[in-house]
């Protein structure tokens, strides 16, 4: 296990690359799924609450008294199985793009201000590099925080609205405060959008025929977001 006092700039721009179809996704989610107690049976990959009953990975745990992160695809007791299988890939991402905190087994997070944040970085950004529908991160014991994927067609995906388009982004921009172009960019890729770049603008092609027009200032920061009708 390594110690982390901070993440490195490869794993935050990758992060920062989902932080707005993220959010908007992890809205999608929490408006999914019923209220109500859940149970995971983690051989058969299958969550259950308020009668719903999903196909799960298991993401990574968190744990409360030593401030620790592990990844699901480094479990002793999970490792290899199908419980886990999509959480490999993560590791294969990060190994492939130079990205350590995705190939650490395991992460000591006690050396950040909010080591519990730190957690939910990891969680997020390892949702975004599956392409995952979002996460669910539970209480699993008295100092254990477990973090699902869910891995079934059945959770609705977040799609493009040109109404709800500024504040996505302006969200996502928010969440690291690093490169809101990056944000965008991310955004528009992950919804496989058609855009053009003019200076400190893009434009992308939305669905229906509209156009989105955001601009940026001299501070890599959303200056502007404006959608055109038809």
């Known amino acids: 296990m390594i110690m982390m006092t901070e993440f490195s700039d490869a794993f935050l721009q990758e992060a920062e690359r989902h932080a ?34 999903l196909r799960i990975a298991v993401l990574g745990t968190y744990d409360l008294d030593e401030q620790s992160w592990m990844w699901g695809w480094a479990n002793p007791g999970l490792r290899g199985t199908e419980a886990v299988a999509l959480t490999a890939a993560i590791e294969r991402y990060g190994r492939e793009n130079g990205i350590r905190e995705f190939t650490e087994e395991a992460l000591d997070l006690s050396g950040f201000d ?36 869910p891995d079934d067609p059945q959770v609705p995906r977040a799609t493009v609205d040109a109404v709800a388009l500024p504040r996505e982004l302006l969200t996502g921009a928010g969440l690291f ?17 058609p855009v053009r770049e003019e200076g400190d603008r893009m434009l992308a092609q939305l669905p229906g025929g509209s156009t989105a027009e955001i601009e940026f200032d001299a501070s890599d920061r959303i200056a502007g977001v404006r959608v055109s009708a038809v």
Do not use: K, N
């Open 114 to 149: 909010d080591p519990r944040r730190a957690a939910e970085t990891l969680a997020f950004a390892g949702m975004g590099v599956a392409e995952a529908p979002g996460y669910l991160g539970l209480q699993a014991g008295p100092g254990t925080q477990v973090y699902f994927l």
């Open 20 to 53: 707005a179809w993220g959010a908007a996704q992890l809205d999608t989610l929490t408006g999914f799924i019923p209220e109500g107690p859940w149970t995971a049976d983690l051989p058969a990959c299958l969550y259950r609450q308020g009668g719903l009953e």
């Open 177 to 193: 405060g690093r490169s809101a172009r990056r944000v965008v960019s991310g955004y528009l890729d992950h919804h496989g959008l």
